[in-house]
C-alpha cells in the first residue's frame, strides 16, 4: 500500500507563493506519475498538474501554466507544487495523487490509485 500526505498549505495574500510537498510512504516502488488536483465544495475536482516517473513530462491546467511548477524528488519520495502569483480563485483543497502502474502522466481523475488526505490553500484578496 501507498499513503500520501500533503503538507504545506495555509492562507496566502492574492499574488503571493506557496509550495506544497507531498510526501511518499509504504511501497513507493508502486508509484509512478503523479498528480496535483483540487477541490471546491459543490465544485467538481479540478485537475492542476501532473509529472511523470521520470520527471521528464510535465502537464498542467490552462489556469495555472505559468504560474505553478510541479516536480518530484524520487531519492526523497517526495512531489512537490511551487504555486506563484497565488489568486483568490486558487483557493481550494489540493490533493496529491499517483498513479500505480504508470510511468506517463493524466489528467483523469480516476486513472489515479493513490490519494492524500489534501491540504486547505486559502488566497485572499
Known amino acids: 500500500q501507498v499513503q500520501l500526505v500533503e503538507s504545506g498549505g495555509g492562507l496566502v495574500q492574492a499574488g503571493g507563493s506557496l509550495r506544497l510537498s507531498c510526501a511518499v510512504s509504504?511501497?513507493?516502488?508502486?508509484?509512478?506519475?503523479m498528480g496535483w488536483f483540487r477541490h471546491v465544495p459543490g465544485k467538481e475536482r479540478e485537475f492542476v498538474a501532473a509529472?511523470?516517473?521520470?520527471?521528464?513530462?510535465?502537464y498542467y491546467a490552462d489556469s495555472v501554466k505559468g504560474r505553478f511548477t510541479i516536480s518530484r524528488d524520487n531519492a526523497k519520495n517526495a512531489a512537490y507544487l511551487q504555486m506563484s502569483r497565488l489568486k483568490p480563485e486558487d483557493t481550494a483543497v489540493y490533493y496529491c495523487?499517483?498513479?500505480?502502474?504508470?510511468?506517463?502522466?493524466?489528467?483523469?481523475?480516476?486513472?489515479?490509485?493513490?490519494w492524500g488526505q489534501g491540504t486547505q490553500v486559502t488566497v485572499s484578496s
Open positions: 495523487a499517483s498513479r500505480r502502474l504508470y510511468a506517463t502522466i493524466s489528467n483523469l481523475a480516476h486513472e489515479y490509485d493513490y
Open positions: 509504504g511501497r513507493t516502488d508502486s508509484t509512478k506519475a
Open positions: 509529472i511523470s516517473w521520470s520527471g521528464g513530462s510535465t
